[in-house]
């Protein structure tokens, strides 16, 4: 394992998902599962994310549309929250949703909008619906 790598990855992670998922995970680790844990966060967070190419922002927009194309709406419920720590606004979120939809399937969309909705409400930042945007058919 390359220590300075997985720093960087363990700073990384923490900054995207909190010192308390980070915790719990490295906390839940085993003899089996650590090996994982471990390279999760030298080449995921510190090689992938430890790369100044991208900003983090843009970063978290990327793993949105692959975790959702992927269906894994634990994972991305857990990246919505990243996302959101990292800068994405809420419309632009609500414009990812809305790609991510119209590339991935209209029930992965579904999914997607459910779970961010949850996340928002559970920040207390839940937009209002404002139903005289909604179209009527």
Same mark, same amino acid.
């Given at each position: 394992? *390359?220590?300075?790598?997985?720093?960087?990855?363990?700073? &990384?992670?923490?900054?995207?998902?909190?010192?308390?998922?980070?915790?719990?995970?490295?906390?839940?680790?085993?003899?089996?599962?650590?090996?994982?844990?471990?390279?999760?966060?030298?080449?995921?967070?510190?090689?992938?994310?430890?790369? /100044?190419?991208?900003v983090?922002?843009?970063?978290?927009?990327?793993?949105?549309?692959?975790i959702?194309?992927?269906?894994?709406?634990?994972?991305?419920?857990?990246?919505? &929250?990243?996302?959101?720590?990292?800068?994405? =606004?809420?419309?632009q979120?609500?414009?990812?949703?809305?790609?991510?939809?119209?590339?991935?399937?209209?029930?992965?969309?579904?999914?997607?909008? &459910?779970?961010? &909705?949850?996340?928002?409400?559970?920040?207390?930042?839940? /937009? =209002?619906? *404002?139903?005289?945007?909604?179209?009527?058919?």
């Open positions: 394992m *390359d220590t300075e790598r997985f720093a960087v990855g363990e700073q &990384r992670r923490r900054d995207v998902l909190g010192n308390e998922y980070v915790d719990q995970s490295l906390r839940n680790a085993d003899a089996f599962n650590r090996p994982f844990q471990e390279l999760v966060t030298e080449y995921c967070w510190g090689e992938c994310w430890g790369d /100044p190419t991208l983090p922002r843009e970063r978290s927009l990327l793993n949105l549309g692959m959702a194309a992927l269906g894994k709406m634990h994972e991305f419920e857990l990246h919505v &929250r990243g996302a959101l720590k990292n800068g994405v =606004s809420h419309e979120l609500r414009a990812a949703l809305i790609q991510i939809a119209v590339y991935c399937g209209i029930p992965v969309g579904v999914d997607c909008f &459910r779970v961010a &909705r949850k996340v928002l409400a559970e920040q207390n930042a839940a /937009p =209002s619906i *404002d139903s005289s945007s909604i179209r009527e058919q």
